[in-house]
Structure formats: structure tokens, C-alpha cells
């Protein structure tokens, strides 16, 4: 991106683009961010250089434009850096231009139900440019529903297969969830499953879960989801000492059985230094004690009741019948599932999950929109 100015300030070198937008950056920032001779490892491109032998007054002595996009800077350390006009424009530190999933991730309420976000099974796994689209719904929409698949067990390892690999939880690689005779959590009962995140119980819960319909004869038993960032920001505006509440109190949450215990405890919202939302973590089937501040405890609880109300509102809710051979991929630090009430009496139902982090599918992302050349600033 062309650059028509530039104006070197006290603390700051002021950038100013041909439409018309303009920036300051910090001089430790931009000689931080810049590359000079001997900054980086010769083979692997990484940093060598340690930031503590920077000079903490360090300022430019030179600061002019090579062409039109790069602006090259002589350091009061006699070190020289470019920079281009386009990457510094892509970063830029006013608020709300955090990297990252933030700013690809779009929110949705009911109405996301008009226009599913069905791919085919075989054409993603066959083709890098569908299964980019593919990835890119999931990050976007926090979901996306794959059709097609074979009805058959293992199928969410042969899919991760395509994209990366699966993270192995207490469960193992794969879960069934069926009605089971000695239930230790209500999934693997008939009853209604309310709105949650998979896993609370870990420090760290997988970013992605699959979830594979092989078998669904019995009556009920639908799928409800819901947008955890559309909530979070529909509370945060309402009412942000409540939101800010659920940030700080960390809540135990705890799955158990015979095999393992296993507990964390962490806030129910993260949010990020602009107070935008990041992850949520809800299972209120999971959740155990919190202890905090005596301050926090009543906005914590406003907080939850009305975060419970906005999850559990089906108008922010959409709401299908999972078929034999459909995959529904979750993007689990932020949308939550639900699942009606069945009859198993009526017959059988029968599904997988899998869990992936969300990192396999970041990395998926920027190699296939490398090799595709088909580059989204907002992931890379
Ligand atoms: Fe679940």
C-alpha cells in the first residue's frame, strides 16, 4: 500500500497512506517489528537479536521512502530496517485491530438458520479450495455442517486425517454417544442436553469438536446451537460489570468416572484487552465451586443468570435434525450445543465426537491459502 508521508515525531514515526489513513508507530515498536542485519538467524529466520540490547531511547536518524510502499529507517544505533506500507497498514495497534480469530469470527442469532453452512463431504476432503471454504465457515460462523460422509464409526479420524489430527481427550480419540446403562453424564442418557461447551472440565478444552451422526431412528433428540459471541456481546452491553465479572471468578468445572477426574478451574468469559470477546466455557451440568472476592459474587451471579437466559433463548438458537452421515464441526471456545430430549424406546441413536485444537485448523488455513494463493489478511 503506497505511502505519501512520513513525519518523524518525539516518540513516534507518523505513516500516512495514498487513501487517506494514517498512523503513529512507537520507534521501539517499528525497530522492534523491522529486520536489521544480524537480527535473525541466517537459516531459520529467527530472532536472535535480544531485545535488551536495544536501546530503550532509540530513535530514528533517517526515516525516508524507498518507492512508493517502503520506508527505510537509519536507528540512533546505526542499524538500518525497512518496513512495507501494506504489512504496517494490516498492523496497525488502534483498538480493535487485534490479529487473530477476533476479526473473523461474525456473529449470528437465529435467523443463521435460513442459510445452513452445508459442505459436501467428498468435495472437501477432494478439493484444497473447498475444504479452504469449508475451514473459513467454521472460523466465521463457529460452525459448519458437512453432508454425505460415510455412516460409518472412525470417520471423524479419516476427516482429521484430511486436515491435521485429532487431540486425545479422557475419552480417548473418539466418543460414542449413545445411551449407555450406567450414565455418568447426561449425554449418554435420553434426557434434554442444554447449551454447552464440550470438555470445561479442561485447562485448555479442545477448540473443535466434530460431531458424527452414524445412527438417529429415535423420536427427538435435534440439535440446537447457539452463538456464544453474540451472547457475551449482547451481556457485555447490557450490563459490563456483570460481563466483567465473569472474566475474573474462576469456576471449577469437573467430569468424572471410574478412570479418571479430571478439573480445572477457570472464568466462564475471556475477553481481550479491548474487552472484546475471545472464548467462552460453559457447562453448567459441569460446573462445580468458585470461590472469589465477596465483591464479585453478585455480579458474577447477574452475570451468569442472564447469560444462561440469552444461551438458552430460542430466538438466538438454531435448531435441526443431525442425519445419518452428516458431521457438524464446532468452533467449542465459542459455540454452544444442545441437544433435545429423544424417546429410546423409539429407537436407536447413535453419534461420534472427535476434538481437534483450533490450531490445526489455523495452520490448515494459511498453507492451503498459501499454496491456493488465495491470502485472507484476517488469518494470516
Ligand atoms: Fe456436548
Redesign the pocket.
Known amino acids: 500500500m503506497a505511502i505519501t508521508a512520513l513525519q518523524v515525531l518525539e516518540r513516534t514515526l507518523r505513516v500516512t497512506w495514498d487513501d487517506g489513513g494514517a498512523e503513529e508507530f512507537h520507534h521501539l515498536w517499528l525497530r522492534d517489528h523491522g529486520v536489521a542485519a544480524g537480527d535473525l538467524h541466517a537459516d531459520t529466520r529467527e530472532r536472535v537479536v535480544d531485545f535488551h540490547a536495544l536501546q530503550p531511547d532509540l530513535r530514528p536518524l533517517e526515516a525516508e521512502l524507498e518507492g512508493e510502499e517502503t520506508i527505510r529507517v537509519v536507528w540512533s544505533d546505526r542499524r538500518e530496517t525497512r518496513h512495507d506500507g501494506g504489512w504496517l497498514r494490516a498492523h496497525t495497534y488502534a483498538p480493535g485491530r487485534g490479529t487473530g480469530l477476533g476479526s473473523a469470527r461474525e456473529p449470528w442469532r437465529a435467523e443463521m438458520v435460513e442459510h445452513l453452512p452445508f459442505f459436501d463431504y467428498r468435495e472437501v476432503v477432494e478439493s484444497e479450495a473447498i475444504q479452504l471454504r469449508f475451514l473459513r465457515g467454521l472460523v466465521r460462523d463457529g460452525f459448519s455442517l458437512l453432508t454425505g460422509a460415510p455412516s460409518a464409526e472412525g470417520e471423524v479420524e479419516r476427516l482429521a486425517g484430511h486436515l491435521g489430527y485429532l487431540r486425545e481427550i479422557c475419552f480417548g480419540r473418539l466418543r460414542d454417544i449413545r445411551v449407555e446403562p450406567s450414565a455418568y453424564n447426561i449425554?449418554f442418557t435420553d434426557d434434554v442436553?442444554k447449551p454447552?461447551t464440550?470438555l470445561a472440565n479442561y485447562a485448555w478444552p479442545p477448540g473443535v469438536?466434530f460431531l458424527h451422526c452414524l445412527v438417529q431412528e429415535a423420536s427427538g433428540g435435534e440439535t440446537r446451537l447457539v452463538d456464544g459471541l453474540a451472547a457475551a456481546n449482547d451481556l457485555r452491553a447490557e450490563d459490563r460489570e456483570a460481563f466483567d465479572a465473569l472474566t475474573r471468578v474462576e469456576v471449577e468445572f469437573q467430569i468424572s468416572n471410574r478412570d479418571y477426574d479430571v478439573r480445572a478451574a477457570s472464568p466462564i468469559l475471556v475477553a481481550g484487552p479491548e474487552g472484546e470477546f475471545k472464548m467462552i466455557r460453559f457447562s453448567n451440568q459441569a460446573r462445580r465451586s468458585f470461590v472469589c472476592h465477596p465483591d464479585l459474587v453478585e455480579p458474577f451471579y447477574r452475570g451468569y443468570r442472564r447469560l444462561s437466559e440469552l444461551l438458552n433463548d430460542a430466538g438466538n438458537q438454531v435448531h435441526f435434525r443431525l442425519a445419518p452421515g452428516q458431521i457438524l464441526a464446532m468452533d467449542n471456545h465459542r459455540v454452544l450445543?444442545a441437544r433435545d430430549a429423544f424417546n429410546a424406546s423409539s429407537g436407536r441413536r447413535h453419534l461420534q465426537i472427535g476434538s481437534m485444537e483450533m490450531d490445526v485448523v489455523m495452520s490448515r488455513i494459511r498453507l492451503l491459502e498459501r499454496k491456493l494463493n488465495d491470502r485472507d489478511t484476517r488469518t494470516a
Do not use: L, S
Request: aromatic share 0%.
Open positions: 449425554a442436553v454447552h464440550d469438536q450445543h
